[in-house]
């Protein structure tokens, strides 16, 4: 079964501080994740896949296989970020679906 | 492309009737997923097609919900007897199968659901 955790559904952070939102899964095969971002009352837009191995807006994320996780992270946080972050994975056995985490709410503050 | 088209973007309607949310997917793309979100819960996934067929709606709450997608433009989300439990954001998602290469996922603007 696929499932994604993401432990904390709040974080607070002050603008240009370190940013560090948490994401843990469980697969038994290969799997393939990404991140979304929903600006407040918008759609839900791809922010990152791992496989792309790439930066945008300044996050970066690293599947580290042998924890299970797939944090995000950004060096210097901007009020803009403030939003909801979503970990999701797909499975690469066939099925197609994506499930995702229960995100997490990011605020930055001025 | 204009992306994922849904509608309406909001829907109230009282308990008992019935509710019926459309989706349009992005031209080509041969996946479509129906997701719930809610406080609660947070994004679950209900059903999804491939080549308009229904591959897995193990989501569904309850024989109230029913799915269809009769062509490769178009799928509808029904809810009846709509109950308040069912209000959330409803979103339609897309995707596509290309040459052993499966793309993201492309979200709708969503429907939010109120039932009074």
């Known amino acids: 079964a696929q499932r994604v955790t993401q432990p904390e559904k709040l974080l607070s952070v002050f603008k240009g501080a370190p940013v560090e939102l948490k994401c843990n899964y469980s697969y038994s095969g290969s799997p393939e994740l990404f991140w979304y971002v929903q600006y407040s009352r918008q759609r839900l837009q791809l922010l990152l896949r791992?496989?792309s191995r790439e930066s945008i807006k300044g996050f970066t994320a690293d599947l580290n296989k042998g924890e299970t996780s797939f944090h995000l992270k950004k060096p210097f946080a901007q009020e803009e970020d403030s939003a909801m972050y979503y970990c999701?994975?797909?499975?690469?056995?066939?099925?197609?679906?994506?499930?995702f985490g229960k995100g997490t709410k990011l605020t930055v503050n001025p | 492309d204009a992306g994922v088209i849904q509608s309406p973007r909001h829907e109230v309607t009282e308990m008992g009737q019935e509710v019926t949310l459309r989706c349009k997917p992005i031209s080509g793309h041969d996946y479509l997923f129906w997701y719930r979100q809610t406080m609660m819960r947070g994004l679950e996934l209900l059903i999804y097609?491939?080549?308009?067929?229904?591959?897995?709606d193990s989501g569904m709450p309850e024989d109230r919900f029913s799915a269809k997608m009769p062509n490769a433009s178009f799928s509808t989300l029904k809810i009846q007897p709509s109950e308040p439990r069912d209000s959330a954001v409803y979103f339609c998602a897309s995707s596509s199968w290309t040459g052993g290469y499966n793309s993201p996922l492309h979200f709708g603007n969503g429907t939010r659901l109120t039932v009074t």
């Open positions: 999701a994975l797909r499975g690469t056995g066939g099925s197609e679906k994506l499930v």
């Open positions: 097609f491939n080549n308009n067929v229904p591959i897995d």
């Open positions: 791992h496989i």
